[in-house]
């Protein structure tokens, strides 16, 4: 006999079985044109945002520099700011966010990890207050007590107020 009935909150089983969220977790599912539009979408993302495009963009924009410098000094600005700047900025924010992107799907497997292994050891001090539960009641009743029984409490589902 056990003082204290466990009930395994229904969130539980379910983590277990997904596993952290993945980006692929986030990609539509449905259709083909659907599945197409993001393979499509991602292929030209990894390509922008890569070093390489903005090491191409950036030779591409010095192409009509010369033209700009020719232009004087409000035609140089225009330049900077409307085909060097926008190009090349494009793809190197592109890289540094997919960097951070990187990082923080790092960051969420190690919290996954964490909670795991938080998880784990939770079940191993329930294990251990089973077996002293088990260990109490049989003193309880070599010195002729009954104990009684404690239901559990309700996990918290997150509706009550």
């Known amino acids: 006999m056990s003082l204290y009935e466990h009930l395994?909150?229904?969130?539980?089983?379910?983590?277990?079985?997904?596993?952290?969220?993945?980006?692929?977790?986030?990609?539509?599912?449905?259709?083909?044109v659907a599945r197409f539009n993001t393979k499509v979408a991602i292929v030209v993302t990894r390509a922008v945002g890569s070093m390489w495009c903005?090491?191409?963009?950036?030779?591409?924009?010095?192409?009509?520099?010369?033209?700009?410098?020719?232009?004087?000094?409000?035609?140089?600005?225009?330049?900077?700011?409307?085909?060097?700047?926008?190009?090349?900025?494009?793809?190197?924010?592109?890289?540094?966010?997919?960097?951070?992107?990187?990082?923080?799907?790092?960051?969420?497997?190690?919290?996954?990890?964490?909670?795991?292994?938080?998880?784990?050891e939770v079940a191993q001090l329930r294990a251990h207050l089973a077996a002293q539960d088990a260990l109490l009641t049989r003193i309880a009743e070599q010195v002729g007590l009954a104990p009684d029984r404690i239901p559990a409490a309700r996990p918290d589902d997150g509706t009550s107020a």
């Open 8 to 32: 395994t909150h229904p969130h539980l089983n379910s983590r277990a079985s997904r596993g952290p969220v993945k980006v692929t977790d986030q990609m539509p599912q449905g259709n083909a």
């Open 54 to 120: 903005a090491y191409a963009f950036a030779l591409f924009d010095l192409i009509s520099l010369p033209d700009a410098v020719r232009g004087g000094a409000a035609s140089i600005v225009s330049w900077v700011a409307q085909t060097f700047l926008q190009l090349v900025l494009l793809s190197v924010i592109m890289v540094g966010q997919n960097v951070q992107a990187a990082a923080a799907d790092k960051r969420a497997e190690a919290t996954f990890d964490d909670a795991s292994a938080t998880l784990h």
